[in-house]
C-alpha cells in the first residue's frame, strides 16, 4: 500500500532544489566575472607582448647606435683630445699666478695649439678645427702678454741698488725658462726683444760694478818699481827722487813670496770694501788678481746662464753674440785696468807674475767650458807681454849704463867704487862676486822660476838673452881691471867666482829654461877655469 509523502518532505526538497538552482546561477555569475578577467588578461598579455615586442625593437636599435657611436668616439676622440682645452688651464692661464700651476697649463696650451696648427694645414681639416683656431690663437695671445709683462719686470728688477743679479737669474730666469721658449716659438720679434732688453740691462749691470770695483782696487797702495830699482841702477844713492812717493821697503829683484799669488789663482776675490780700507802696501800682480779672479767668476756665472736659459729657443753663436754683447765694455774696463797698472811700471816680476795668472784664468775658463772669454785673455796679453819686454830693456840698459861707466883706467876699482888714481888700486881689488851679480841673480832666478812651464814661443828666452849678454860684457869689463901677468889669475877668479854665484842662486829652479842657462853659466865658469 502506497504511502503519501507527508507535506513536510517535500517542502524541504523545494527549498533544497531551490538552494542548488541559486547556487548554480552564483557560479553562472563567477564563471562569468572569470571568463571576464580572462578574456581581459588576454587582451593586456597581448598588449604587453607588443610592448616587449617594441622595447626589443628599441634596443636593438640602441645598441646599433652605441656601437656607431663607439666607432664614431674612436675616430674622432684623439682629434678632439688634441685641441680641447679644458676651463681650468683657460682660467688659469688668463688669471692665476705665474708659477708651477701656470707652467702646467702652458704647457697644456701650448701642446694643443701645436696639435691645431697640424690639424689646419692638413688638406681635409674640418670646420671645427676653423672654429676653434681662432680661441686658441687668443689664449695663446694672452699668455705672450703675461710673460712679457713677467720678464720685463724681472729685468726692471736687475736694475734695482745693490742687487744681486744672479738670485734673480736663477729664481725667476731660469726657474720658468720654459716662458722663453714659448714666447720665442709663437712670437720671435717679442722674444727678440725681450732678449735685447736683457742684454742692455746686464751690460749696464756689470760695467757699473766692475767699475766700482776697480775703482776700489785703485785705492790700494802699490810698491812703485821703476827703472831706479833696475839691476845697473847706482845704489850708492838711497835718496828717493823727488817725483817718487815714499813707501815700505821692498826687494824690487828678488821673487821671494810673490810667486804665493799663483796659488791664488782659485781663490775668491778680495770684496770691495777690504780692498777700499786696507793700509797694506801690494805688488802689481795683487790687484791685476782680484780683478781678475772676479771677472772670471762672473763670465762663467753669465755665459751658464746664457746657454740655461736661452737654448735651445736660441742656438748657441747666438747666446755667444748676446754674452759679446753684454761683456764688451766690462772686457774694455779689465784692458783698460791691466793697462793702467802696467805701463809705468818696469816691475819684471809683476808683470810676468800677471802673464802668469792670465794663463792660469785661460785654463780655468777652458777647464769650465767657457769659450767666449778668449778675446779677452788674448788681449790682456798683448797688453802685458810687449810691456814686460820693454821693462826687460830696462834693466838690460842699467846694466849696459853700468859697464859704460867703468874707468877704463880703474877697470874693476872703480865699479866697486874705489879710487882709480891709487897706484896699487888694482892689487887690492876683491876676488869675491860684484854686488850687481848677486842683483841679477836674484832677478835670473825670479824670471826662470816664473818660466818653469814656459814654451818655446815665448819673448822671455830673447829678452832674457838680451840681459844675459849685457851681463857677461859687465862682468868682462870688470875683469880687465886686474891687468895682465899675476891679475891674469884673479880676474879668472873673479869672473869664475860670479858665475858660480849666478849657478848656485839658480841651482834648484826648474824648467826647461833654468836648464838651459844653468848650461850657459856652466860653460862661462869652465871657460875661466873653474874655482
Same mark, same amino acid.
Given at each position: 500500500?502506497?504511502?503519501?509523502?507527508?507535506?513536510?518532505?517535500?517542502?524541504?526538497?523545494?527549498?533544497?532544489?531551490?538552494?542548488?538552482?541559486?547556487?548554480?546561477?552564483?557560479?553562472?555569475?563567477?564563471?562569468?566575472?572569470?571568463?571576464?578577467?580572462?578574456?581581459?588578461?588576454?587582451?593586456?598579455?597581448?598588449?604587453?607582448?607588443?610592448?616587449?615586442?617594441?622595447?626589443?625593437?628599441?634596443?636593438?636599435?640602441?645598441?646599433?647606435?652605441?656601437?656607431?657611436?663607439?666607432?664614431?668616439?674612436?675616430?674622432?676622440?684623439?682629434?678632439?683630445?688634441?685641441?680641447?682645452?679644458?676651463?681650468?688651464?683657460?682660467?688659469?692661464?688668463?688669471?692665476?699666478?705665474?708659477?708651477?700651476?701656470?707652467?702646467?697649463?702652458?704647457?697644456?696650451?701650448?701642446?694643443?695649439?701645436?696639435?691645431?696648427?697640424?690639424?689646419?694645414?692638413?688638406?681635409?681639416?674640418?670646420?671645427?678645427?676653423?672654429?676653434?683656431?681662432?680661441?686658441?690663437?687668443?689664449?695663446?695671445?694672452?699668455?705672450?702678454?703675461?710673460?712679457?709683462?713677467?720678464?720685463?719686470?724681472?729685468?726692471?728688477?736687475?736694475?734695482?741698488?745693490?742687487?744681486?743679479?744672479?738670485?734673480?737669474?736663477?729664481?725667476?730666469?731660469?726657474?720658468?725658462?720654459?716662458?722663453?721658449?714659448?714666447?720665442?716659438?709663437?712670437?720671435?720679434?717679442?722674444?727678440?726683444?725681450?732678449?735685447?732688453?736683457?742684454?742692455?740691462?746686464?751690460?749696464?749691470?756689470?760695467?757699473?760694478?766692475?767699475?766700482?770695483?776697480?775703482?776700489? #782696487? +785703485?785705492?790700494?797702495?802699490? &810698491?812703485?818699481?821703476? *827703472?831706479?830699482?833696475?839691476?845697473? $841702477? @847706482?845704489?850708492?844713492?838711497?835718496?828717493?827722487?823727488?817725483?817718487?812717493?815714499?813707501?815700505?821697503?821692498?826687494?824690487?829683484?828678488?821673487?821671494?813670496?810673490?810667486?804665493?799669488?799663483?796659488?791664488?789663482?782659485?781663490?775668491?776675490?778680495?770684496?770691495?770694501?777690504?780692498?777700499?780700507?786696507?793700509?797694506?802696501?801690494?805688488?802689481?800682480?795683487?790687484?791685476?788678481?782680484?780683478?781678475?779672479?772676479?771677472?772670471?767668476?762672473?763670465?762663467?756665472?753669465?755665459?751658464?746662464?746664457?746657454?740655461?736659459?736661452?737654448?735651445?729657443?736660441?742656438?748657441?753663436?747666438?747666446?755667444?753674440?748676446?754674452?759679446?754683447?753684454?761683456?764688451?765694455?766690462?772686457?774694455?774696463?779689465?784692458?783698460?785696468?791691466?793697462?793702467?797698472?802696467?805701463?809705468?811700471?818696469?816691475?819684471?816680476?809683476?808683470?810676468?807674475?800677471?802673464?802668469? #795668472? +792670465?794663463?792660469?784664468?785661460? &785654463?780655468?775658463?777652458? *777647464?769650465?767650458?767657457?769659450?767666449? $772669454? @778668449?778675446?779677452?785673455?788674448?788681449?790682456?796679453?798683448?797688453?802685458?807681454?810687449?810691456?814686460?819686454?820693454?821693462?826687460?830693456?830696462?834693466?838690460?840698459?842699467?846694466?849696459?849704463?853700468?859697464?859704460?861707466?867703468?874707468?877704463?883706467?880703474?877697470?874693476?876699482?872703480?865699479?866697486?867704487?874705489?879710487?882709480?888714481?891709487?897706484?896699487?888700486?888694482?892689487?887690492?881689488?876683491?876676488?869675491?862676486?860684484?854686488?850687481?851679480?848677486?842683483?841679477?841673480?836674484?832677478?835670473?832666478?825670479?824670471?826662470?822660476?816664473?818660466?818653469?812651464?814656459?814654451?818655446?814661443?815665448?819673448?822671455?828666452?830673447?829678452?832674457?838673452?838680451?840681459?844675459?849678454?849685457?851681463?857677461?860684457?859687465?862682468?868682462?869689463?870688470?875683469?880687465?881691471?886686474?891687468?895682465?901677468?899675476?891679475?891674469?889669475?884673479?880676474?879668472?877668479?873673479?869672473?869664475?867666482? +860670479?858665475?858660480?854665484?849666478?849657478?848656485?842662486?839658480?841651482?834648484?829652479?826648474?824648467?826647461?829654461?833654468?836648464?838651459?842657462?844653468?848650461?850657459?853659466?856652466?860653460?862661462?865658469?869652465?871657460?875661466?877655469?873653474?874655482?
Amino acid at each position: 500500500m502506497l504511502v503519501r509523502p507527508s507535506r513536510n518532505v517535500n517542502e524541504v526538497e523545494k527549498h533544497k532544489f531551490e538552494d542548488l538552482h541559486k547556487s548554480i546561477l552564483a557560479c553562472d555569475d563567477v564563471l562569468k566575472s572569470v571568463q571576464k578577467s580572462l578574456t581581459s588578461f588576454q587582451q593586456d598579455l597581448g598588449a604587453v607582448s607588443a610592448e616587449i615586442e617594441t622595447l626589443q625593437s628599441r634596443s636593438t636599435a640602441m645598441n646599433t647606435r652605441l656601437e656607431n657611436r663607439k666607432v664614431v668616439e674612436t675616430l674622432l676622440g684623439p682629434a678632439i683630445e688634441e685641441v680641447a682645452i679644458s676651463p681650468e688651464v683657460v682660467s688659469t692661464i688668463s688669471e692665476g699666478p705665474i708659477d708651477q700651476s701656470w707652467l702646467s697649463a702652458l704647457e697644456e696650451l701650448d701642446k694643443r695649439s701645436g696639435a691645431m696648427h697640424r690639424a689646419s694645414q692638413t688638406p681635409n681639416r674640418s670646420l671645427a678645427v676653423s672654429d676653434l683656431r681662432p680661441l686658441l690663437d687668443d689664449l695663446s695671445n694672452k699668455a705672450i702678454e703675461r710673460i712679457r709683462d713677467f720678464f720685463v719686470s724681472q729685468i726692471k728688477a736687475l736694475r734695482s741698488p745693490n742687487i744681486n743679479a744672479q738670485i734673480i737669474q736663477q729664481q725667476s730666469f731660469i726657474r720658468y725658462k720654459e716662458l722663453y721658449g714659448f714666447l720665442a716659438r709663437h712670437h720671435p720679434v717679442l722674444g727678440e726683444e725681450i732678449g735685447q732688453a736683457y742684454i742692455n740691462t746686464m751690460r749696464w749691470y756689470y760695467l757699473s760694478n766692475f767699475t766700482r770695483y776697480k775703482n776700489a #782696487l +785703485n785705492k790700494l797702495s802699490i &810698491f812703485v818699481i821703476d *827703472r831706479n830699482d833696475a839691476i845697473g $841702477a @847706482d845704489q850708492t844713492a838711497h835718496r828717493a827722487p823727488a817725483n817718487r812717493p815714499s813707501q815700505a821697503s821692498h826687494d824690487a829683484l828678488a821673487i821671494g813670496r810673490r810667486a804665493d799669488v799663483l796659488k791664488q789663482s782659485h781663490q775668491a776675490a778680495l770684496p770691495a770694501h777690504i780692498a777700499e780700507d786696507s793700509k797694506q802696501t801690494h805688488c802689481v800682480e795683487t790687484p791685476f788678481l782680484h780683478f781678475n779672479l772676479a771677472l772670471v767668476d762672473n763670465v762663467t756665472a753669465e755665459y751658464s746662464f746664457l746657454a740655461k736659459f736661452f737654448s735651445p729657443a736660441i742656438g748657441f753663436p747666438t747666446v755667444s753674440r748676446y754674452f759679446s754683447a753684454i761683456f764688451s765694455p766690462t772686457f774694455s774696463l779689465g784692458h783698460a785696468f791691466t793697462k793702467s797698472l802696467v805701463e809705468a811700471s818696469d816691475d819684471c816680476l809683476g808683470i810676468l807674475l800677471c802673464v802668469r #795668472l +792670465n794663463q792660469h784664468f785661460a &785654463f780655468e775658463l777652458q *777647464r769650465r767650458k767657457i769659450p767666449v $772669454a @778668449d778675446g779677452y785673455i788674448n788681449g790682456t796679453n798683448m797688453l802685458l807681454w810687449p810691456r814686460f819686454q820693454l821693462a826687460m830693456d830696462v834693466h838690460a840698459e842699467s846694466i849696459k849704463r853700468a859697464t859704460s861707466a867703468i874707468s877704463t883706467r880703474g877697470g874693476a876699482a872703480s865699479a866697486l867704487g874705489l879710487s882709480s888714481n891709487s897706484a896699487d888700486a888694482a892689487s887690492k881689488q876683491s876676488t869675491a862676486p860684484h854686488m850687481l851679480t848677486q842683483r841679477f841673480g836674484q832677478f835670473l832666478q825670479g824670471i826662470l822660476m816664473l818660466s818653469r812651464d814656459a814654451g818655446d814661443d815665448e819673448p822671455v828666452g830673447n829678452s832674457l838673452g838680451r840681459l844675459r849678454g849685457e851681463f857677461e860684457a859687465f862682468l868682462t869689463k870688470v875683469g880687465k881691471g886686474f891687468g895682465s901677468g899675476a891679475g891674469e889669475r884673479k880676474r879668472e877668479r873673479f869672473l869664475a867666482n +860670479n858665475y858660480s854665484l849666478i849657478l848656485t842662486i839658480v841651482g834648484d829652479t826648474g824648467g826647461k829654461l833654468a836648464g838651459d842657462t844653468r848650461e850657459y853659466f856652466e860653460g862661462l865658469r869652465d871657460g875661466v877655469g873653474g874655482i
